[in-house]
T-cell receptor
Framework: NAGVTQTPKFQVLKTGQSMTLQCAQD?????MYWYRQDPGMGLRLIYY???????DKGEVPNGYNVSRLNKREFSLRLESAAPSQTSVYFC?????????????FGPGTRLTVL | GEDVEQSLFLSVREGDSSVINCTYT??????LYWYKQEPGAGLQLLTY?????DMKQDQRLTVLLNKKDKHLSLRIADTQTGDSAIYFC?????????FGRGTQLTVWP
């Protein structure tokens, strides 16, 4: 199993450009998450999807949209990138079965917005 | 909302024990977690404890949970340079994880 994969690993955008961050998991997990990590701020939840076909806002959803394309894939879109969105983005998934709720994380996408 | 507090930095000498502390506000979490993040990588689950337990030991790791004080700690025995990383404590409520800001552990040789 590859676990949770993310593409791209690095990206540089200009202000106003758009892009989509891709995430996929092969663990048949129900729930998927997008976080951003900024120095000294820890992880902040942007959006999550408790199950296929549903998405919900987290702490910091402004400026982002998500799509739960199918059970495996959960994408994060920046429609008009801003320098404040420079961050490291992590995707995660969990079985959502109510057991340990252990989250498995992808390796991250390092995004710089100029 | 959930609130998790951790000290930001901890430095220890190789071979000593490290203790990372965490306090939280949400008492409804079923599980409490410790995650480790190495430079340039995502978070990896280190260990977790069920909320009705007081202690869990896993090789060099000991997790202590004081539910009354909402205090969680991670003790790493015989700390090695490879343990240098950021450690996050967190809990889960309704399937959503919440994290502290992370403690940067630096191990000096």
């Amino acid at each position: 199993n590859a676990g949770v994969t993310q593409t791209p690993k690095f990206q540089v955008l200009k202000t106003g450009q758009s892009m989509t961050l891709q995430c996929a998991q092969d663990m048949n997990h129900n729930s998927m998450y997008w976080y951003r990590q900024d120095p000294g701020m820890g992880l902040r939840l942007i959006y999550y999807s408790a199950s296929e076909g549903t998405t919900d806002k987290g702490e910091v959803p402004n400026g982002y949209n998500v799509s739960r394309l199918n059970k495996r894939e959960f994408s994060l879109r920046l429609e008009s990138a801003a320098p404040s969105q420079t961050s490291v983005y992590f995707c995660a998934s969990t079985s959502g079965s109510g057991n340990t709720d252990t989250q498995y994380f992808g390796p991250g996408t390092r995004l710089t917005v100029l | 909302g959930e609130d998790v507090e951790q000290s930001l930095f901890l430095s220890v000498r190789e071979g000593d024990s490290s203790v990372i502390n965490c306090t939280y506000t949400d008492s409804s979490s079923t599980y409490l977690y410790w995650y480790k993040q190495e430079p340039g990588a995502g978070l990896q689950l280190l260990t977790y404890i069920f909320s009705n337990m007081d202690m869990k030991q896993d090789q060099r790791l000991t997790v202590l949970l004081n539910k009354k004080d909402k205090h969680l700690s991670l003790r790493i025995a015989d700390t090695q340079t490879g343990d240098s990383a950021i450690y996050f404590c967190g809990g889960s409520t309704l399937g959503r994880l919440y994290f502290g800001r992370g403690t940067q552990l630096t191990v000096w040789p």
